[in-house]
């Protein structure tokens, strides 16, 4: 069973949809036994790092997480979820992250457009299962006003924004 975890910030209807569209084993919880049961985690979520942080706390979600973490139990962040993996991010207010990836979130302090928004080339940096129907090329879709900064050993796809290497996807283990 994969959970999606309920930490009261965003998408969770349309993730939960999509794994139920590929016939997967998909609830949405923030109960720790429920949590604990899961094979995989998801975190998905829309809005400001800062406030996902607090709800994290709010809802006690943050030790069940980091004990999934060091059980190996994969955990798959989907946008603001992906920067909230990181160690911190500088949102309105540089806030502590969960640290489960080093590196941190910051603005996009570039020439091009803020947000960056559409559909853009994805350049693959270190193939992973996650990516079995993904390819060199693939168009995806962003919409963002701030971005990850890693090391290039957790960097596993990027996409060019004019001359800027923007962080697409990344991984730290599980």
């Not at 829309?46 to 955990?75: C, N, Q, S, W």
Request: proline share 3%; with cysteine; glycine share 8%.
């Amino acid at each position: 069973m994969i959970v999606i975890i309920d930490y009261h910030v965003g998408n969770l209807m349309s993730v939960q949809n999509a794994f139920l569209k590929l016939g997967m084993d998909v609830v949405v919880s923030r109960d720790h036994d429920v949590i604990r049961q899961a094979k995989g985690i998801v975190l998905p979520g829309v809005g400001t790092f800062p406030v996902a942080m607090e709800h994290l706390k709010k809802y006690d979600l943050i030790d069940i997480l980091k004990e999934r973490k060091e059980a190996g139990i994969p955990i798959l962040g989907i946008c603001l979820g992906m920067q909230i993996l990181f160690e911190k991010g500088c949102e309105v207010k540089e806030t502590k992250g969960l640290g489960f990836i080093p590196g941190s979130v910051r603005y996009m302090d570039i020439d091009e457009k803020i947000p960056h928004m559409g559909w853009n080339q994805l350049h693959i940096t270190n193939h992973q299962p996650i990516l079995k129907y993904v390819h060199e090329n693939d168009d995806v879709y962003f919409v963002h006003s701030y971005m990850a900064h890693c090391k290039d050993e957790n960097l596993v796809a990027y996409t060019d924004y004019g001359t800027t290497k923007v962080t697409a996807l990344v991984q730290n283990k599980n």
